[in-house]
């Protein structure tokens, strides 16, 4: 297994410029999810999906969308890139989001700077 | 916001026992504590979990107080490999995973 794999690892982009974050996991894991993290700071949540067709907003979700066709995917895109998403984009899944016994595995994250 | 508060950072000798405490004075009875390390600027990785009774693993062991508002996660022997911020998270079944600040140990040799 591949685990949780997450493209690209670096991008720029100029303000206002639009792009897609990539996440695939291949565990057939129900519940993904998307995390920020600035800076000296701990994670905040973006979206978050319980299955194929279900997302919701985490803590942060402004300037961000999502979608969930498949279990496998799921897709993070900024519309209008803004300097205040400079961070670093962890993806993670886990088997179910209703367990208690919910590890979820990250990705190695995507770094992006935005100018 | 996040549900628990831990000391912003710990140092520990290589080789010692390293016991990360973590305040959850509002832990309500159908929720989890958690416990995710992050190692420099790698994704997030899962340690270990608790309800009520203590836990112990490969990793790490979870020592939860009987009025479970209080928690301890200990490493028996810290490694340099060790070093890193330690989440405490606290979790009831169907909710969201909400990351706080995290304790940053450094394990020196």
């Known amino acids: 297994n591949a685990g949780v794999t997450q493209t690209p690892k670096f991008q720029v982009l100029k303000t206002g410029q639009s792009m897609t974050l990539q996440c695939a996991q291949d565990m057939n894991h129900e519940y993904m999810s998307w995390y920020r993290q600035d800076p000296g700071m701990g994670l905040r949540l973006i979206h978050y999906?319980?299955?194929?067709?279900?997302?919701d907003q985490g803590e942060v979700p402004n300037g961000y969308n999502v979608s969930r066709s498949t279990t496998e995917d799921f897709p993070l895109r900024l519309l209008s890139a803004a300097p205040s998403q400079t961070s670093v984009y962890f993806c993670?899944?886990?088997?179910?989001?209703?367990?208690?016994?919910?590890?979820?595995?990250f990705g190695p994250g995507t770094r992006l700077t935005v100018l | 916001d996040a549900k628990t508060t831990q000391p912003t950072s710990m140092d520990c000798a290589e080789g010692r026992a390293a016991n990360l405490p973590c305040n959850h004075s509002?832990?309500?009875?159908?929720?989890?504590v958690y416990w995710y390390r992050q190692i420099h600027s790698q994704g997030p990785q899962y340690i270990i979990h608790?309800?009520?009774n203590n836990e112990t693993n490969e990793m790490a062991s979870l020592i939860i107080t009987e009025d479970r508002k209080s928690s301890t996660l200990i490493l028996p022997h810290a490694t340099l490999r060790d070093t890193a911020v330690y989440y405490c998270i606290v979790r009831g079944m169907g909710d969201k995973l909400i990351f706080g600040t995290g304790t940053r140990l450094q394990v020196f040799p």
């Open positions: 999906s319980v299955g194929a067709g279900i997302t």
């Open positions: 509002t832990i309500s009875g159908n929720e989890y």
């Open positions: 608790g309800l009520k």
């Open positions: 993670a899944s886990s088997y179910s989001f209703l367990s208690s016994y919910n590890e979820q595995f």
